[in-house]
T-cell receptor
Framework: RKEVEQDPGPFNVPEGATVAFNCTYSNSASQSFFWYRQDCRKEPKLLMSVYSSGNEDGRFTAQLNRASQYISLLIRDSKLSDSATYLC????????????FGAGTRLAVHP | DADVTQTPRNRITKTGKRIMLECSQT?????MYWYRQDPGLGLRLIYY???????NKGEISDGYSVSRQAQAKFSLSLESAIPNQTALYFC?????????????FGPGTRLLVL
């Protein structure tokens, strides 16, 4: 079983749609969680951290379910510019700073 | 100017050749990393360094070596390139904030080994 698993997609949605991605992780002791965004042929960039209580940044909402070992990313009112690959990232051991990356979920927003 | 730079951006080489990929950063971070990315796989850690005198192997270090010449520079070498080292290589730096860690990536080096 992969340490971090994501549905590869692609998710094809129209502008304005709401879309949600899930990600599961295998290490129950994992300490911190992130969503990174990667545009085609570009470097990954931090989109948002995921807090235990859930957190929101504009149209983006991230949630963590420790009991079921998954995190989610919800994008509301999708824009064409949201088209990218979204990487689920887990730090399994807190301060050690070794990040485990999922393979990514590809999102394509069309007019 | 970019905070993390990588050279070259693209490289084609032949099996058996030694090549070096270079990474420089102006963020003042102590921690630097080398990853490779292959289609359908997540980024995989090759080597990491928490300061100039600290070098550690990642999950796929075989066939690679690194050098931390200064706080700002971290080089990755392929001693004898082979075709399955064809991949997209990223350098990253990090700091630690209250949420855990944020990593900042360079633009990547696309390597093709023939």
């Amino acid at each position: 079983r992969k340490e971090v698993e994501q549905d590869p997609g692609p998710f094809n949605v129209p502008e304005g749609a709401t879309v949600a991605f899930n990600c599961t992780y295998s290490n129950s002791a994992s300490q911190s969680f992130f969503w990174y965004r990667q545009d085609c042929r570009k470097e990954p960039k931090l989109l948002m951290s995921v807090y235990s209580s859930g957190n929101e940044d504009g149209r983006f909402t991230a949630q963590l379910n420790r009991a079921s070992q998954y995190i989610s990313l919800l994008i509301r009112d999708s824009k064409l510019s949201d088209s990218a690959t979204y990487l689920c990232v887990v730090n399994p051991s807190g301060g050690y700073n070794k990040l485990i990356f999922g393979a990514g979920t590809r999102l394509a927003v069309h007019p | 100017d970019a905070d993390v730079t990588q050279t070259p951006r693209n490289r084609i080489t032949k099996t058996g050749k030694r090549i070096m990929l270079e990474c420089s950063q102006t963020k003042g971070h102590d921690r630097m990393y080398w990853y490779r990315q292959d289609p359908g796989l997540g980024l995989r850690l090759i080597y990491y360094s928490f300061d100039v005198k600290d070098i550690n192997k990642g999950e796929i270090s075989d066939g690679y070596s690194v050098s931390r010449q200064a706080q700002a520079k971290f080089s990755l070498s392929l001693e004898s390139a082979i075709p399955n080292q064809t991949a997209l290589y990223f350098c990253a730096t990090s700091d630690v904030d209250s949420t855990g860690e944020t990593q900042y990536f360079g633009p990547g080096t696309r390597l093709l080994v023939l």
